[in-house]
């Protein structure tokens, strides 16, 4: 796993010095992080909420600039510089088992980068659709291992046949939505397919999903009702997280 690829140890919490249990961005388990928090509304009680999430987003920029500066500050493969559109990739993998084992989510995950130093070996600076593009590629052609101690069973076979049937039939889906919506991201005219998703122009996306279920629920429900281009829009993956996760919306629209 990623810990022992890096020689990763478990970290401890800087207060009481567990180790359960994920911690915060400053390094706290989640029992000291409440009572820290606690105590800091009992000594600030005119501050809000507001103010103090405010605080921690600014740092959190501040710590993401460093960190891009440090590792290049543009995509490797196709040497995009617009920061609404980079992330930082784990070269070798294991970026979610890192996350996970870090805790803090994102914040968390920057945060033991600048503590450790951005190491170029470890990672680098791809934009979402190279970053998407090298998830497709480390996935194709693999195929999940037989656990059993017959090694390939015919159970396990059965469930691997499933699972590419499910495969075909999903991106037969994906066809079927992006080709009907124009195939062409509808912010920067990109028409790499590979690349190219489904965007709820309302912003209703996490609502719809819960109702109709992710992935194909989402492409039956687009086809059932037909292809709406006043609800539905194809963005590629750049466009599609600029618009969520930036304030403005993406640069390609401003």
Not at 74 to 81: D, G, K, L, P, T
Not at 125 to 139: M, T
Not at 159 to 187: D, N, P
Request: net charge positive; charged share 25%.
């Amino acid at each position: 796993d990623w810990g022992s690829r890096v020689g990763w140890t478990p970290k401890r919490c800087g207060v009481c010095g567990t180790t359960e249990g994920p911690l915060n961005a400053r390094g706290r388990c989640p029992e000291c992080h409440r009572r820290e928090v606690a105590e800091w509304r009992a000594v600030n009680p005119t501050k809000t909420k507001k103010s103090a999430r405010r605080s921690a987003l600014a740092l959190y920029w501040r710590r993401k600039l460093r960190i891009f500066a440090a590792l290049g500050g543009q995509c490797v493969v196709c040497h995009e510089s617009d920061m609404a559109f980079l992330v930082v990739d784990h070269i070798a993998g294991g970026g979610r088992a890192q996350r996970r084992i870090l805790g803090g989510g994102t914040p968390g995950f920057y945060r033991e980068v600048e503590r450790s130093g951005p190491d170029v070996t470890l990672y680098a600076i791809l934009c979402h659709n190279c970053n998407h593009r090298k998830s497709l590629s480390e996935r194709a052609g693999t195929r999940k291992q037989c656990s059993c101690e017959y090694g390939d069973c015919p159970t396990c076979l059965r469930r691997a046949a499933a699972r590419e049937r499910a495969k075909a039939s999903l991106s037969k889906l994906r066809y079927q939505v992006i080709t009907a919506l124009g195939a062409t991201c509808a912010c920067c005219h990109m028409s790499d397919f590979a690349v190219l998703t489904v965007d709820h122009i309302w912003g209703d996306g996490a609502e719809h999903r819960r109702v109709v279920g992710a992935g194909s629920g989402v492409y039956r429900a687009v086809l059932k009702s037909g292809p709406d281009q006043s609800r539905y829009q194809i963005l590629c993956h750049n466009c599609n997280f600029a618009k969520s996760h930036t304030k403005g919306g993406c640069p390609h629209g401003r």
